[in-house]
């Protein structure tokens, strides 16, 4: 059972555009939601992350946000640029357990 | 900053043998190490949670006898893969923290020949 589901697989956007990244789980316990990037060769590090009780978070670029009814979630980065090309995954858990799910991934490339 | 390091970053080894792989966290205390498998196809795999002073979880299709974790320190834990086979090629992770955040190392990947 695939607990949280992430779209698209792959996407390509034009420098200086929106990138939209978007994510959906089935456990109702699942109360954090971080996402992270990952380059190529390296792990995967924390970009931003959200809480249940709230349904936006904003970090400089990227925004993330919530909606508990839809259990959805989605990731949107400004003006995006080259160097934000990269491998993002949201992930879930829940308190007291921080055992982190992570989605299948979305391959982000920003064309110059 | 924190900051974990993890290696052999590469191996190499043959079907049947075993590799022991090791994570150590820098800058802060690692209450909580997890263990994750990356596919080629990026997909991860939680193969146990270990928290100091609690019994190490291991997820569904993974056990302590085929990855026998170590987490003897708040800064240190290891992890061996007995009898690798061609299945347990991977990158695998090191995600270290004290809950709810994790900090990952580079990874170990291993592939067997």
């Known amino acids: 059972q695939q607990q949280v589901r992430q779209s698209p697989q792959s996407l390509t956007v034009w420098e200086g555009g929106t990138t939209v990244l978007t994510c959906s789980y089935e456990?109702?316990?699942?109360?954090?939601f971080p996402w992270y990037q990952q380059f190529p060769g390296e792990g995967p590090a924390l970009l931003i992350s959200?809480?249940?009780?709230?349904d936006k978070k904003e970090d400089g670029r990227f925004t993330t946000f919530f909606n508990k009814r839809e259990k959805k979630l989605s990731l949107h980065i400004i003006d995006s640029q080259p160097g934000d090309s990269a491998t993002y995954f949201c992930?879930?858990?829940?308190?007291?357990?921080?055992?982190?799910?992570f989605g299948s991934g979305t391959q982000l490339t920003v064309m110059p | 900053g924190a900051l974990v390091y993890q290696y052999p970053r590469r191996t190499i080894c043959k079907s049947g043998t075993s590799m022991r792989m090791e994570c150590q966290a820098v800058?802060?205390?690692?209450?909580?190490v997890a263990w994750y498998r990356q596919s080629p196809q990026k997909t991860f795999e939680l193969i146990a949670l270990?928290?100091?002073?609690?019994?190490?979880?291991?997820e569904q299709n993974f056990t302590q006898e085929k990855f026998p974790i170590s987490h003897p320190n708040l800064s240190f834990s290891s992890m061996t893969v007995l009898n690798a086979y061609l299945e347990d090629r991977g990158l695998y992770l090191c995600?270290?923290?004290?809950?709810?955040?994790?900090?990952f190392g580079s990874g170990t990947r291993l592939l067997v020949i």
């Open positions: 800058g802060f205390q690692a209450t909580s």
């Open positions: 456990d109702s316990t699942f109360n954090y």
């Open positions: 992930a879930a858990t829940s308190s007291g357990s921080w055992q982190l799910i």
């Open positions: 270990s928290t100091v002073n609690s019994a190490i979880k291991y």
């Open positions: 995600g270290a923290g004290g809950g709810p955040d994790y900090t």
């Open positions: 959200i809480l249940s009780v709230s």
